[in-house]
């Protein structure tokens, strides 16, 4: 955690950033502002509220609304970053630590409740179902990593996207053994040091996800607003046909990302040999 001292000798004057300098350069209007970002981030809590009380009621409609919700919720994270980084916000708030709130709300988000959507919409057997302990242990775990991001700009480990797996379950007439092999398989990745696309930071790759993103977030919507109210989704062709075309960028996320690491793994075994 950043101390006030610590930000105080790096930023002597505690002025705005140059972005907020003219009508905006008053030092109470930058902490507004910094605590605006901050509330516009919790409404990834707000919105997990509302997840839990639809999961619980468990009806396809409630579902459809909760897969809604967490996308929104999802957006929010996606973009609060930039916002806080645009602020400066650590220097405007240093006792106040914007990563907690967002590691928080994100476990909410991008575990806990698509997990319980899992349970409660039936897609494994109840034989089957305490194996979803394993990925909300897993998920913990990553949570927790000091180096759950290196420094290269990357995720170490899988990601923790529950949301999207959580979706794709929900969606597509898998079997309840595929979705056991497929929640087991990328919980056990979670502590396997392979690399992971960040598409929110700089680099060709990440410009391209992030295009991509955009592209596959449109037809999610979209399929996601068709979902049969009243009725298994499962059961319907055109929504089957749709998702399995939005399997274009989960394909290719993370068939680039386990590219990029058998590569550096590959880099690093021949290079004990090349210095002998």
């Not at 919720?73 to 916000?89: F, H, N, P």
């Amino acid at each position: 955690m950043v101390r006030v001292g610590q930000i105080a000798k790096k930023y002597p004057t505690t002025q705005p950033p140059t972005s907020l300098r003219g009508p905006v350069a008053s030092p109470w209007i930058w902490r507004v502002l910094a605590w605006g970002v901050h509330a516009y981030t919790a409404i990834g809590l707000l919105a997990a509220a509302a997840i839990a009380v639809l999961i619980v009621r468990g009806e396809p409609a409630d579902l459809r609304m909760a897969l809604l919700l967490m996308a929104a919720a999802t957006i929010v994270d996606a973009t609060d970053g930039t916002l806080a980084r645009r602020v400066r916000i650590q220097e405007a708030l240093p006792n106040f630590d914007g990563r907690r709130l967002d590691d928080l709300i994100d476990f909410l988000t991008y575990t806990f409740l698509p997990l319980l959507l899992v349970w409660r919409a039936g897609i494994l057997a109840p034989e089957w179902e305490q194996w979803l302990l394993l990925p909300l242990i897993a998920s913990a775990y990553g949570f927790c990593q000091v180096e759950a991001k290196t420094d290269d700009g990357f995720f170490l480990g899988f990601p923790s996207l529950w949301n999207v797996v959580a979706f794709y379950l929900y969606v597509l007439p898998l079997g309840q053994e595929t979705a056991l092999a497929i929640l087991v398989v990328l919980a056990l990745m979670t502590f396997v040091p392979s690399r992971y696309l960040y598409p929110s930071l700089p680099g060709r790759l990440n410009q391209a996800a992030t295009f991509l993103g955009i592209i596959w977030a449109l037809i999610l919507g979209w399929i996601i607003l068709n979902l049969p109210r009243d009725a298994d989704p499962r059961s319907h062709p055109d929504t089957t046909r749709m998702t399995l075309i939005s399997l274009f960028y989960p394909l290719f996320y993370m068939g680039t990302s386990w590219y990029l690491t058998l590569r550096l793994w590959l880099k690093k075994s021949e290079s004990p040999s090349r210095a002998t």
